[in-house]
């Protein structure tokens, strides 16, 4: 389609007299992978459940496929795929009845279903597993199942809501090579995820929301560039007193430091320079560590540290 897939311009939503997303601006392109990020009670799934036509919008305008949600939402839930935070399978029935019993929703044929389906089981890499009672299966398993599932009707959008959490590292990498290949096939991506690496995997762009507004936009690298530095050093302290008597020392050389726990993370273009500095300076840290800065880094310095419930 011409123009972007998804679109968005003062979206609200409301709960009584509670603002869950307050007048967000974003606009999601054919073919992308899209990323909302965000702490808890941030808005993230109350903007995914209203691009997925299940929750209402209360202010503002959103278009998904072009069309209008408040009146189109039949239509545009046809042409969507959706991998929910929590697998919804039927537990009960097998891999091959859960894809079989799902295709009929879409009113496709019988011949049809089977033969999505076999495409898909090879896709997940569940073939050998198309027999198995979905009840015994694995998380990761279940989570490429429930992939699969939302790829029957041949999506043009899928929204994914933290799709690898509780996933084992192998099954994390897996899951992320499909939907690399999804895209790669013109499939647009649409997910929330509380891995920063896999927002830096997967997004072409990204929004980071926090108390139901974008407070970043961007792609990964561009964002990083924008908040924080190239590098971070990392000094770990073994006493709470040594780092309060380095702080000063620490201060005088880096513009930018933020104490953490046992730590002080120096933000700087050159790391291991600043490194060699604070040495001098007899910054004397129980370990010193040089890395590359983060997305999450940058989560971080926009949303804060603390726990929000």
């Known amino acids: 389609m011409v123009g972007p897939l998804i679109e968005a311009h003062s979206l609200s939503k409301r709960f009584g007299s509670f603002v869950a997303v307050d007048e967000i601006d974003f606009t999601i392109e054919p073919g992308e992978a899209f990323g909302f990020l965000g702490p808890n009670g941030a808005g993230k799934s109350s903007t995914m459940r209203m691009i997925g036509c299940v929750s209402p919008i209360s202010g503002g305008t959103l278009r998904v496929l072009g069309l209008d949600p408040a009146t189109d939402g039949a239509q545009i839930r046809a042409r969507l795929g959706v991998v929910p935070q929590e697998d919804n399978l039927d537990t009960e029935l097998t891999v091959w009845d859960n894809l079989m019993i799902y295709g009929r929703y879409f009113d496709l044929g019988r011949a049809e279903i089977r033969r999505r389906a076999e495409e898909l089981l090879e896709f997940v890499q569940l073939g050998d597993r198309r027999d198995s009672r979905v009840d015994p299966l694995s998380g990761g398993m279940k989570r490429r199942l429930t992939i699969a599932r939302a790829l029957i009707n041949q999506p043009e959008a899928m929204l994914l809501d933290e799709p ?9 990498h897996m899951l992320w090579e499909r939907l690399y290949r999804l895209k790669q096939e013109g499939v647009t991506l649409v997910l929330t995820t509380h891995y920063m690496d896999e927002a830096e995997q997967l997004c072409d762009r990204l929004v980071i929301m926090d108390g139901g507004r974008i407070v970043a936009e961007g792609p990964p690298r561009q964002l990083i560039a924008d908040h924080a530095t190239r590098e971070v050093v990392e000094l770990r302290f073994g006493r709470a007193v040594q780092l309060r008597d380095s702080l000063d020392r620490v201060q005088a050389i880096a513009p930018r430091v933020e104490a953490v726990a046992d730590r ?16 001098e300076q007899g910054v004397e840290a129980a370990s010193v560590l040089v890395r590359r800065a983060s997305l999450e880094d940058v989560f971080l310095i926009l949303t804060g540290r603390s726990l929000e419930d």
């Open 164 to 172: 690898t959490t509780g996933l084992d590292p192998q099954a994390r």
């Open 264 to 279: 002080l993370l120096v933000y700087t273009d050159t790391g291991d320079h600043t490194a060699g500095l604070l040495a």
